[in-house]
C-alpha cells in the first residue's frame, strides 16, 4: 500500500531514508496523483502536508475539479396567474440545490432545498434565496439577513466559512460577486458594485482575503453602457470579473489594474432582455450562448485584453419535436442558463425543467423537473455552476498568497475603514459547522 509506504519512509528513524527524494522531485511525483489520494496523503506526515497543501494542490485542482451541482432559483406560482403570463418573478422564494451523482458528471440526482442544505451550516438563521450571492471555484459568498448584512465566504465539501470583515460604507450589498481561481493564488476576493447617482460610472469596492482590507476603486464605464443596467450574475475567469450588460454588451472588469471595457454582444436579440443569453466558462474559455428561434448559437471569446473578439462555436438546431416534448409548449422561454466547466455540455432551461445537451453527442437529456406549482426564473437568474473544492479553508489562509499586486493604482482609491464589532474581529478565522451535513 502507498499510504503505508509514505508512513514508513517518512517515519523513518534513519535520516537517508527521509533524504530519498528532493522536495522538487517529490512535488513532481506528487502532482501526478489523481485528486482523493492527493488529499489523503496530506496525513503522511507534516513535510508532506506542507508540499502538497503549498505546491502541488494548486496546481492539480484547477484541471481536475468535478462539477459538484448546479445552484438554480425556483418560486412558488400565484395560483390566480394564468399558464402564458408565467415568465420571470419579482421575487425568487426558493433556490435549489442539485448535486451530480456519478464521476463524469452524466447525471443529475434528487435536488435538496437550499434550507435543508445550509441551514446549520452558515452562521444566520431565516435564509432566503437572497442571502446566497455567488459561487466561484468551489467557493460560496453569502449575506446574512438584516441588520447584521455580513458576507461569508463559505466551502460547503468541507463545513467551513470565514465572515468577511465589514466596511463602514457598505450600501448596494446584493450586487457583489467572488473571485477566486486556486490556480492562480490561494487568495480570494469580494467584490461589490456601487453604482453613482449619475448611473454613467460606478465603483467597485475590492475585499482581499491577503490583506484583510476593503479597498474602493472608482470606474469609468464606456459611454455605451449605464452603472445600473445588468444582469446580476457575474464569472470570473483569467483575472477579470465580466457581466452582462441590458444594453447588450458583456463588460470585463479587470481586477488587476480596476478598469472596465464594454464588449459588444455577437448579436443583438429583438426579443427583449429577458432573453439575453448566458455567459460561462467551458474548457477554459469565456462563452457566450443565446437561442435565436430554433437555433442554440454558442460563441468563445478570444484573444488578449486590447484585442478580444468573439469567434463562433457552434449553431445547434433543437428540433421542435425534441422540445416539445421535454417541456410544456404553452410557457414562453427555452434558454442557456450554465456552461459545463469541463466539457462540451451546455444546460438549457424551461420554466419547468433542466435540460444537458451534449454538443459531441448531441444528445438532449432532462435532468430535472420541477413539482407542479413550481417554476423557475429564466436569465435573470441563471444557474450557478458550482465545483467541488477539497481545500480547507483554513489551508488556504496558511498558504503564502501570491495574488497579483495591481499594475496601476486607479485615481481616487481609498481604503475603506472596518467596523471594529466583535463579530468583524472573527473574520480573519476559519469557523466550522458542527451541523448535521
Known amino acids: 500500500d502507498l499510504l503505508e509506504s509514505t508512513k514508513i519512509i517518512c517515519n523513518s528513524s534513519n535520516p537517508r531514508s527521509n533524504m530519498l527524494l528532493s522536495d ?3 512535488v513532481e511525483i506528487l502532482c501526478q496523483l489523481p485528486e482523493k489520494p492527493l488529499i489523503r496523503f496530506r496525513c503522511v506526515c507534516k513535510a508532506w502536508q506542507g508540499l502538497i497543501t503549498e505546491f502541488c494542490l494548486p ?3 484547477p484541471a481536475s475539479l468535478p462539477l459538484a451541482g448546479l445552484y438554480f432559483r425556483t418560486y412558488a406560482l400565484p395560483h390566480d396567474v394564468p399558464l402564458i403570463r408565467r415568465t420571470v418573478p419579482r421575487d425568487s422564494r426558493d433556490p435549489f440545490f442539485r448535486h451530480l451523482a456519478r464521476a463524469h458528471d452524466q447525471e443529475l440526482i434528487d435536488h435538496t432545498s ?3 442544505k445550509f441551514c446549520g451550516f452558515v452562521p444566520f438563521q431565516n435564509h432566503s434565496a437572497n442571502n446566497f450571492l455567488d459561487s466561484c471555484n468551489g467557493l460560496l459568498l453569502f449575506l446574512s439577513p438584516p441588520p447584521n448584512c455580513q458576507y461569508y465566504v463559505c466551502n460547503p465539501m468541507t463545513r467551513e466559512y470565514v465572515p468577511i470583515p465589514k466596511a463602514r460604507c457598505h450600501r448596494h450589498r446584493l450586487c457583489a460577486a467572488l473571485a477566486f481561481n486556486p490556480s492562480e493564488s490561494p487568495c ?3 467584490v461589490r458594485f456601487v453604482p453613482l447617482q449619475s448611473g454613467k460610472n460606478l465603483v467597485l469596492d475590492i475585499y482581499t ?3 484583510r482590507q476593503w479597498v474602493r476603486h472608482p470606474v469609468q464605464l464606456d459611454s455605451r453602457i449605464s452603472g445600473k443596467s445588468w444582469i446580476r450574475h457575474s464569472v470570473y ?3 477579470a470579473l465580466y457581466r452582462l450588460s441590458l444594453t447588450w454588451h458583456l463588460v470585463r472588469f479587470d481586477l488587476n489594474e480596476v478598469s472596465a471595457r464594454a464588449i459588444r454582444l455577437p448579436v443583438k436579440g429583438s426579443d427583449g432582455y429577458f432573453f439575453m443569453g448566458c455567459i460561462g466558462v467551458s474548457m477554459d474559455r469565456l462563452c457566450y450562448a443565446k437561442f435565436d428561434y430554433c437555433m442554440l448559437l454558442i460563441w468563445s471569446l478570444e484573444g488578449g485584453c486590447e484585442a478580444m473578439e468573439w469567434i463562433f462555436k457552434h449553431q445547434i438546431y433543437v428540433k421542435m419535436s425534441a422540445r416539445e416534448s421535454l417541456y410544456d409548449h404553452n410557457y414562453l422561454w427555452f434558454q442557456p442558463c450554465a456552461f459545463h466547466p469541463t466539457s462540451d455540455v451546455i444546460f438549457l432551461g424551461t420554466p419547468r425543467t433542466i435540460l444537458s445537451y451534449d454538443v459531441e453527442s448531441k444528445k438532449l437529456e432532462e435532468v430535472y423537473r420541477t413539482r407542479d406549482g413550481v417554476m423557475m ?5 441563471p444557474a450557478f455552476v458550482h465545483l467541488r473544492l477539497l481545500i480547507s479553508l483554513n ?8 495574488s497579483t499586486q495591481l499594475k496601476t493604482i486607479s485615481d481616487g482609491m481609498r481604503v475603506l475603514s472596518l467596523e471594529t464589532t466583535s463579530d468583524d474581529l472573527e473574520g480573519v478565522q476559519v469557523q466550522i459547522s458542527n451541523g448535521s451535513a
Open 114 to 116: 437550499f434550507k435543508d
Open 24 to 26: 522538487d522531485l517529490l
Open 237 to 239: 475567469f483569467d483575472g
Open 395 to 402: 489551508h488556504l489562509g496558511r498558504i503564502h498568497c501570491r
Open 377 to 381: 426564473t429564466g436569465c435573470f437568474y
Open 209 to 211: 482575503s491577503d490583506t
Open 59 to 61: 496546481r492539480v485542482l
Open 188 to 190: 480570494y476576493k469580494v
